[in-house]
């Protein structure tokens, strides 16, 4: 379909895809709509892979609120986004499973995959996805294939290819709140063989939140980037791709908005006196702090990688080497008020943390079609974090003669001098993973296939932790060292541990062509996530157990439906899986500071059911769309070492992040004019059922830590070139103006509830203009 605005609009299943790195031409020889994945390590067709896959192109990507996962949660049904004050405590969940934590030690369950190097730290997914193809969103357990840490799915990710041509595009969008995006793309034929395509971006938005103590917008940022791509085909059956990226991100987000009044632990209205200073909570439609210091973060990072596919007879072997590093500074307020008080001790963290990744791909691929047909391969990589965080507090108390019942600033006149507490450590991982993989398809006959596939797994992992303090505060421990772990006397000496499991993962699909336009498949999956520790900032000697591997046993049946000759296609599949030693956060409480305790949290569950849906009703009509119910819940939960029995969270508790009912649905036309320009119309909403924010044992807490149901519409209209050689787009983003929280997190003033407000929480204009040379 010949349309820019179906490409801005589309949902899963709607995309002309084009192919990852080194399959160009596998997607330049699919037939018209057919979608081309790389969901089992080669080029397919969506419809032969006997996986629950959604498939987003990059310009639906591209007009999404931005260009990153987050706003792909809008458009998968099963894809879900836990918020939070900076990239390194995000989250990605797929059907209800992810893995939330503020260690260091702890890796994703969601595999994220760009250019086929794995990001070893979920945080480095949350860049700006700028120039992509397409996003592959692959639910269930992926291990066999991607690695350990896809124990829940991958997003398979593919950046836009060189061509051997000059080429290129300009595009640049505004939309209103100060928010603005460039970016450029240009193809350089660098020879007969040899091509290089160059992408540079930059982008900036001065926020949602205004800060009542600064006078000033938050949640905010300032991003540039760019890449530059290498691609060496002389046809000879070799073929060569070298990519090199880099990106800076200077994001004064996320504001904690404080948007409830004081409660009691039972939920009841209290009174607190920083409510004196605090804004006016308004719920989700808060938008208003008053803070002397604004949660933000500061990253960079870059990587360079290096594909070489080299046919072998009839097989090809492909070698994927990759280094990367990604630096990232957190700072947080952690008093959410405009200065310290008395009984408000002012709390503020800092935590810049340096990471380094080498990672090394062997496959070897066996051509398709045959009877029998194989991928097997091996996999190293080493990744290095370490981060040093400070923590500085401000105490004071007040003097004989303050009066009571008003708020009394530190360093008044009614106050005592302050004391400044401040403790800093310093504590790392280093995490080694080597891999041998395979996986083949055997035709048992013409119309079924039988895939069966293992992975053995060796993961080695160390980690290293010292703090040090001269005075205790609000949210600090004593030192912590070797010798506090051994005798309880501090020595300087930095506490070392370390582990290491063997594991051997895989799965096994029974598939069938009912018929030339039906493939029905079911299949079983072990997965498998590797061994933890919870190093954070506050360890204590009582937290220093190894957190053993996540395991899972994942059943999926499905149907992929190409009807109407090819005009209507309709994926649905159902799934359950059981999680056992679920790595997850428990709510915890150190050095009266509200924290999360990342252990084994017993046995939870998934189960439900999806469809995808894109229908052609004409030329320049589709309709498409994807609906999800989801059942995720505790099944046998755990008590954290040495936690209270109160710390258990009882059966059959719904999973944070897991909504029972989501779905997707848009409608786009072209109105062809036979004149300078056509017209392009569309529309698209989203909604979800409400779902968990805070994952906790206390009924209060859910209750008010769930993020209740909200639907979103946006509609677009713009005028496209005959050829698309141009267009001009204007679109309203939640037309309805309706107000939600992305995340809600208890442990505010008095004990009030803290809200992240995403940008897409309010109604606003836009307009995009791109032009292709």
């Not at 595999?111 to 269930?140: C, H, K, P, W």
């Not at 506090?484 to 594991?503: A, C, E, L, Q």
């Not at 900032?537 to 157990?545: A, K, M, R």
């Not at 969270?649 to 004149?675: C, E, F, M, N």
């Amino acid at each position: 379909m010949k349309s820019n605005l179906s490409s801005l609009l589309c949902l899963p299943l709607l995309a002309v895809a084009s192919t990852p790195a080194l399959a160009q031409q596998a997607a330049d020889s699919a037939t018209a709509g057919e979608i081309v994945v790389t969901a089992q390590k080669r080029s397919e067709s969506l419809h032969s892979v006997p996986v629950a896959v959604s498939v987003l192109s990059g310009a639906a990507l591209a007009a999404a609120a931005r260009p990153s996962i987050e706003s792909a949660t809008q458009l998968v049904p099963a894809l879900n986004f836990q918020k939070s004050g900076t990239t390194l405590n995000q989250t990605i969940y797929l059907r209800g499973v992810g893995t939330a934590t503020f260690s260091i030690a702890g890796e994703p369950s969601v595999s994220t995959v760009v250019d086929g190097v794995v990001y070893a730290r979920s945080g480095e997914a949350f860049s700006d996805l700028v120039d992509i193809a397409q996003m592959e969103v692959l639910r269930g357990p992926q291990g066999t294939l991607f690695g350990k840490n896809a124990s829940a799915g991958v997003i398979n990710i593919t950046s836009q290819m060189p061509k051997n041509e000059f080429s290129g595009s300009i595009e640049a969008n505004y939309f209103e709140g100060n928010e603005w995006r460039v970016k450029g793309a240009l193809n350089v034929p660098l020879g007969k063989d040899l091509a290089a395509r160059f992408t540079g971006f930059a982008s900036g938005y001065d926020g949602n939140i205004r800060n009542l103590a600064t006078q000033s917008m938050v949640n905010g940022y300032d991003h540039v980037g760019g890449r530059a791509q290498f691609l060496y085909n002389p046809g000879t059956g070799v073929k060569i791709y070298v990519a090199a990226d880099y990106h800076r991100n200077n994001d004064n987000c996320c504001a904690d908005i404080i948007a409830t009044g004081a409660l009691t632990g039972a939920g009841a209205p209290s009174s607190s006196l920083a409510f004196n200073v605090l804004p006016t909570p308004q719920g989700a439609k808060t938008r208003f702090i008053n803070q002397n210091l604004v949660t933000s973060t500061k990253e960079d990072g870059w990587g360079v990688s290096g594909q070489a596919d080299i046919d072998i007879g009839t097989h090809t072997l492909t070698s994927i080497t990759a280094y990367r590093e990604w630096n990232n500074t957190e700072i947080r307020d952690g008093d959410w008020l405009d200065r310290a008080y008395v009984g408000f001790n002012q709390l503020h963290d800092t935590g810049p943390q340096k990471s380094n990744t080498f990672s090394q791909e062997l496959r070897l691929t066996s051509p398709a079609g045959n009877r029998l047909s194989y991928v097997l391969g091996a996999y190293y990589s080493r990744a290095y974090s370490e981060r040093i965080f400070t923590r500085n507090d401000e105490v004071c108390t007040a003097t004989a003669t303050a009066p009571t019942g008003v708020l009394i600033p530190c360093g008044s006149a009614n106050a005592n001098a302050s004391t400044f507490p401040s403790a800093t450590a310093d504590f790392g991982s280093t995490f080694n993973n080597v891999a041998l993989f395979g996986q083949a398809t055997f035709k048992l006959a013409d119309h079924v296939r039988l895939v069966g596939g293992l992975r053995y797994t060796h993961d080695k992992l160390d980690v290293f932790h010292i703090r040090r303090t001269t005075l205790a505060g609000p949210g600090i421990n004593g030192n912590f060292d070797q010798g506090v772990y051994d005798t309880g006397v501090s020595n300087g000496v930095p506490f070392r541990t370390g582990t290491s499991k063997d594991n051997l993962s895989g799965k096994a699909v029974l598939q069938a062509d009912l018929s030339r336009d039906v493939m029905a498949y079911a299949s079983y999956a072990r997965g498998y996530k590797g061994p933890a520790y919870n190093i954070f900032f506050n360890l204590t000697p009582s937290g220093t157990n190894v957190i053993a591997p996540e395991t899972s046993d994942a059943f999926e049946v499905g149907l992929k439906n190409t009807l109407l000759g090819g005009k209507l296609t309709v994926n649905l599949a159902g799934f359950y899986a059981k999680y056992h030693n679920f790595q997850a956060n428990n709510p915890d409480l150190v050095a009266g500071v509200v924290v999360t305790r990342f252990t084994n949290a017993g046995e939870v569950s998934t189960k439900g059911v999806e469809a995808d849906m894109s229908w052609r009703l004409g030329p320049d009509t589709t309709l498409s769309g994807g609906l999800a119910y989801t059942d995720a819940h505790v099944v046998n939960f755990y008590a954290a070492p040495g936690a209270a029995a109160t710390s258990i969270i009882q059966p059959g508790t719904p999973l944070a992040y897991a909504p029972k009912w989501k779905g997707s649905l848009s409608l786009d036309h072209r109105v062809r004019t036979d004149g300078w320009a056509d017209l392009v119309f569309g529309a698209s909403g989203n909604f979800q059922s409400s779902q968990l924010s805070l994952f906790t044992p206390n009924d209060v807490q859910r209750q008010f830590g769930t993020i209740p149901a909200y639907g979103l519409v946006n509609i677009q209209a713009g005028l496209v070139s005959p050829t698309d050689k141009w267009r001009i787009v204007a679109q309203v983003r939640n037309l309805f103006d309706q107000a939600y929280a992305a995340a809600i997190i208890n442990g505010g003033p008095g004990g009030s509830y803290r809200y992240q407000i995403p940008r897409d929480a309010m109604r606003y204009f836009g307009i995009s203009a791109r032009y292709n040379f």
